[in-house]
Structure formats: structure tokens, C-alpha cells
């Protein structure tokens, strides 16, 4: 069946839709953090931030199914649910974050963030990590190398290398040496990434716009850097006139455990937040939630319309995301469970000399295979054969990052204390079936 499904696809869909492993997974049903294949076979889900309150979380199908039932049309008629929706989200926002607007994936949000960035600067340059992934718009890809080898970069984007405090500190690294007995400041090392690829930027004539990040550079290695280290770079972007946009597509709603937005645990207020993938638990909404005077620039001039962006099924799907996170604690919930599973899985580093480095905030994990732990060489053929490993024992998952060695540990929220037991031994026994 998985053979004939597979042809289908290739027979009917283009290329470039990838699934993930070499033998896909047949997925029918999901509950919680659990998915089943069409076998009937419970995998335990440590992947998906999408459903990040649970697989087909029952408050969600109920707001939903009932909204769907009284009204969803396009986005050109009064409606309220919108500005109840927004009235709330806004409140889990720093103060002067008061506007909003709402589109249906993270590739949008990101879009108009981009166009809010120009409009607002009246520059053209951006600057995004190395590695980032902010959407399939030709101004996102344009922005970030978007899935790696192949895509156009905009003439006018500058690149810097994500803040990897386990490379940077890594003996006979370059960062090391010049830091010298004090160790490396990772937030002064990447701020002067940032004032250098301004500074080259204002060399080939080109102007600040701004500056793109993921809290937590997911695609880049699932990087969380020290807390506080994007401040400086804030500081360096805002000084050069550029706007800072937060992509909050991966980190947002309450994942990183200590703060509901990732931005919050580095102490800096951007400009500009983009959201997605959790919003709606499913039901594909995304936004954008801007200072007023910065949105100004661009929406006083520029009529924007999004045939589904925020209309009331979606609302309806996102009110019942944040009505969950509050009241099953889901934010407190993840910083504890993900506190137990960080230090279970830095167990496994002292028993495996393959694991390099477990690094995270909350239920967002980066786990890193090294064949050589002294000089922290990455190892992707071993990350993959982990992944096969742990699909046999019923964890589904994926890697990150620029060598692919990383596992990307961010299972829904609805992960539970006792699914560590599972996801922990999984990774021992696949660890040590491969000799590593
Ligand atoms: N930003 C980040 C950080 C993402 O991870 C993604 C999706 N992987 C996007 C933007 C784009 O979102 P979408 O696929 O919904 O367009």
C-alpha cells in the first residue's frame, strides 16, 4: 500500500514535495502526542510543532466544527471574532506590539514583514542567519537560503552565521582563540556579524531594512544561544535605522516554557512579530503583529488583502489555541517537562561519546551527533541512521541544521512526563544499536 501510495505521488505531484524517510510514513489518525500509520502502529510524535496542543485537540475540532456550521467566508465583511481574537493576542505582547494582521502561513507573514521592513526604512537590504528558513516567497527565499543548495538569494540580502556557542567554543576554533582565557561572548561575537555584514552592505550602496531571526534558530542547528545574546545585535540593527522581525513561526506560543514569545528570552522588544505553524493547531492561520507606526508606513499606503487571513474559522481555531495554552497550562508545562527531558537526554551524551551537544528552551531540542567529540566533526550519516533507528522504534522525528547531524527534538505540547521514558530509551537503543 505504502508502495502504490508512494508511485501515485510521484505519478501526480511535483518533485519537490519531499516526504520524510526513505520508506514514508503512513499517517490516519492522531491523539495527544501519538500518531498512527495505517498499520495501526503508535508512533510517539517528537517533531511536530503544528499540532503543538495535541494531535486533533478536542477544543480546537469543537470551535472549529461550530464555526464552520454558522458562518466562514472571506475576510471583507465585519466580523467579530477577529477582534476578540486580537484583543487577546495582543495582551501576550510587550507593550507598544498593537497591531495585527492575519494571512494563512509563516511564508506570508514573513512576506509582508519584509515589505513592512522596506517600506518603513525606505532600505532594501536584509539580513537573516545562514542557514534560516523563513518561508517559499521569492522575498523570503530571498531573505534566507530556504531549504539550502538551489534558491536565489536577493542581491540586496547579506547572510550571517547563526550563534552556534557549541562551535564557537569548540577547542582550536577561531572565536575561541581571539576570546582568549574569557571564553566567548556569543551576543558581542554575533552583534559584530550583524555591524560587519551592515557595514558591507552600506559599502555596495545599499540601505538597512532590517534584520530577520528566529528566536531559536531552528534551521540553523536549533540554536537557542545564551539567553540575552540577540540584544546587542538589536541594538546594532535598530542604531543603522533597520526594523527587527522576529519570526516566532517556530519558538512562539509558549514552546520555549520560560516565556510564551522566544523573543522574550533574549530581553528584546522587536518590531515586527511573525507567527504560524501552532496558531491554529492545524487550521493553516498565520499574523503578523506589528508596533502601529512602523505597520503605518506600509499599510497607510498599501492596500493589503488576504482572501482567508483571519477569517472566523481560523479565529476560531486560534482563540481555542490560546484559551488551551492558559487554562491546561500548556507554557508552565512545557518549561518543566522540558527541563526533565533536557537533562535525561544530556544523560545519554555522558553514555554515548557520539552526542556532541543537547541544547534547548522548553520542548524545543537540538540533540547533535559528532564522530569525533574532541573536535565536535559532524555526523549526518549517523543522525540519519538514528532517525531510521527510531522510526523502527516508534519515534518519528527529523534533523537540522547546516551538516544535517542534528536532531530536531519539538514534540506537541501535549507531551507528557512519561513519553520521555519512551523518546529517552528509543534514542539509547538506537544509539547503541548503530555502535555509536
Ligand atoms: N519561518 C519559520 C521559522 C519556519 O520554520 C517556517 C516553516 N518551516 C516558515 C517561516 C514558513 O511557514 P509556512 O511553511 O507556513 O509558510
Redesign the pocket.
Known sequence: RTRELTGRREAVLGASYRLFYRRPVHLVRGEGAYLWDADGRRYLDAYNNVASLGHCHPAVVAAVTEQMQQLNTHTRYLHERILDYTDELLTTMPPGLDKAMYMC??????DLAIRVAKAYSGGEGMIATTE?????SEL?SGVSPALGAGQPIAPTTRLVPAPDAYRLGAPGSAALEAAGRDGVDVGRWFADRVRAAIAGMEADGIKLAGFIA?SIF??DGVLPGPAGCLAEAVEVVHRAGGIVIA?E??PGFGRTGDAFWGFRRHGVVPDVV?L??PMGNGI?V?GLVAKADVLAAFSDRVPYFNTFGGNPVSMAAAQAVLTTIREEGLQEHSRVVGRELLAELRGLAAAHPSVGDVRGAGLFIGFELVADAELRTPDRDLALAVLEELRERGVLTSVAGPHGNVLKLRPPLAFRTTDIDQLVSALDASLTALGA
Open positions: 502561513t509563516g511564508s506570508e507573514a514573513n534560516a528558513y523563513h518561508g517559499t523570503t528566529d531552528s534551521s519570526d513561526v517556530q511573525t504560524g505553524k493553516p498565520s
